[in-house]
């Protein structure tokens, strides 16, 4: 059985629509098994209509939230009962649970992954992957997504490592790694890219060199190894200029009528979704004793269902030993 | 009389082609003389046939070319009759001339311009900045977009002021400045960018605060500071995001017929345009005594026309002297 913790509180939407993707995702795979944390008296009532397999679903009582509004610190020392803390405390004394999922507070949630579920080792520092979709229509890792601002280049090479075994988690075969630059020749980047060009070299990972931002979504790499800083400027530049393009289309399609409006709308919607990498799927925190699924704030009950997917998978494919065995642990 | 120099070699098409832009460039411009430099022969031969006004068409014979293939510092050595050399040269010992365009090697053109043209003091560190076309129309001003790779926070500071006068010398009343970063609020980013915005802050800058890259073409900002590394990734991230969606377009137009499909296409094409930064425009060097535009090496005689457009601009506005001003030189 795969056993996640999923926490209902702290989105946008109510922890009764969250749910639903929950059900949803209890009936795609058998051998999932859910602990929800949230108002039980809330939850169990919404369930009271609902076809499920209750043995695989477990209700926990949490009604407390955790806010982006609040030092995370403070938070989570002051909020014991919050479906954050829960969630992951339930992570770190349970051995059985395996991943945990929240589309709660960024900042409650990472500290709560480091401070309870804690690292892997105290040598590895956690990295913060995001998946986009390539031209090719595979997906590409981007290790780390702006969780660790400015790391030496042991680190970065460790985000590369993290990285490869994820992809590896995500049914990937010997992932390809390259290096964020401002080229794609050996030799270009700043004195800390061109000494983890240098270290990465040295490692098992199937390294293929540097890559360049005009590159990112034709390449043939299936890992972006980044330091934070530069990772997050890269996810959120791809897609202010996808989405530019995309609100393009919208806008002409608005001087247009009937069908041909239409069909422009069906079109830009279509690329929203393809291009939305916030909405549709989640952030992983990778390095610590189990993975941590952030989904958007935004989620919606098809996107609990498709982070639900990605902890499903890396718990089956046992992302956690893949990195162990990366680091030597 | 704005008097500048432009090189017609070193380009992918020939200087002949280059030439007509030059042409153009004289009669949208009566004030306009401009010295050309390549192969005097191919050049004269070249104008016999067209309609211009002599009085302004300087041709400067310089047959050599700078290739990207070449180390620049031994090619600007070994090639005192390239017309990169010689342009820069007259840079320097004319007065009267004003700027110096090029679409030829970006490597040989960096250090003719540094060792030719000279950086305006020794204190200052010349930058390059390059525009892109925001949602609502109006130009943003990356700098720098990768030409200083990693500098401290005083840099980051003069790369502003640099950008800032740069965006008054084309029109724009006391630019709007934002800081990369990656969030918004203030306390976002690495120790060397929160360094920055602090001295920001103490500048007469228009100085709004953080720019992330979501919002890189709907912000308020005229202009973006930026370290060069991160500004490359952000600059080349942007067009690849914005090329994806148009990719997707012309991929869908293939998947229809007749009217529809030429009307996909068509509009395809139009977003190309806007968003393809390097051809239509050029990055500009400044810091220089003399204002340098690099064209991109793919230049037809538009692209020609468009960077004469900004060398004339700039020279006509005083772009030096609004430099030398923020730094009180």
Same mark, same amino acid.
């Given at each position: ?30 051998? $999932?098994?859910?602990?929800?944390? *949230? ?9 009271? %209509? ?15 939230? +955790? ?22 405390? &339930? ?9 945990? @999922?929240?589309? *709660?507070?960024?900042?409650? $949630?990472?500290?709560? %992954?480091?401070?309870? #579920?804690?690292?892997?080792?105290? %040598?590895?520092?956690?990295? $913060? ?12 890792? &981007? ?36 290096? $964020? ?59 202010? *200029?996808?989405?530019?393009? #995309? ?45 941590? +699924?952030? /989904?958007? /704030? ?7 269902? %498709? +982070? ?10 046992? @992302? @956690?030993?893949? #990195? ?6």
């Amino acid at each position: 059985m795969i056993k996640i913790a999923v926490d209902l509180l702290g989105a946008d939407r109510s922890e009764t629509e969250l749910l639903k993707g929950v059900l949803t995702s209890l009936n795609n795979y058998p051998d $999932l098994f859910v602990y929800a944390l *949230g108002n039980k008296e809330v939850l169990i009532n919404a369930l009271e %209509s609902e076809d499920y397999d209750k043995d695989r679903l477990e209700i926990i009582d949490a009604p407390e939230v +955790i806010t982006n509004f609040e030092n995370p610190m403070d938070a989570i020392r002051t909020k014991p009962k919050s479906s954050m803390v829960m969630g992951a405390t &339930l992570c770190r004394d349970n051995d059985e649970v395996g991943a945990f @999922v929240s589309c *709660g507070a960024t900042g409650g $949630l990472m500290v709560s %992954s480091m401070f309870l #579920i804690r690292p892997l080792s105290p %040598s590895v520092t956690p990295v $913060l992957v995001c998946e986009f979709i390539k031209r090719d229509g595979k997906n590409i890792c &981007l290790s780390d997504c702006g969780a660790n601002l400015e790391n030496p280049p042991e680190k970065i090479v460790a985000f590369a490592k993290m990285g490869s075994a994820y992809m590896k988690a995500k049914g990937v075969e010997n992932p390809a790694v390259r290096l $964020l630059s401002n080229g794609a020749e050996e030799g270009k980047g700043t004195a800390k890219i061109k000494e983890a060009y240098n270290l990465l070299k040295e490692t098992n990972l199937n390294f293929k060199g540097n890559i360049e931002g005009s590159t990112v979504l034709s390449s043939d790499a299936d890992v972006i190894a980044t330091d934070g800083f530069e990772g997050n400027v890269l996810l959120k530049t791809l897609e202010c *200029g996808a989405n530019s393009v #995309i609100n393009d289309i919208y806008d002409y399609a608005n001087t247009l009528e009937g069908k041909e409006k239409e069909d422009y709308i069906a079109f830009a919607h279509k690329l929203h979704k393809r291009y939305d990498y916030n909405t549709q799927g989640g952030a992983v925190l990778l390095g610590v004793k189990k993975p941590v +699924i952030k /989904g958007h /704030g935004a989620a919606t009950a098809e996107t609990m269902e %498709s +982070i639900i997917k990605i902890a499903h998978t890396l718990v089956k494919n046992n @992302v @956690v030993d893949k #990195i162990k065995a990366e680091f030597s642990l």
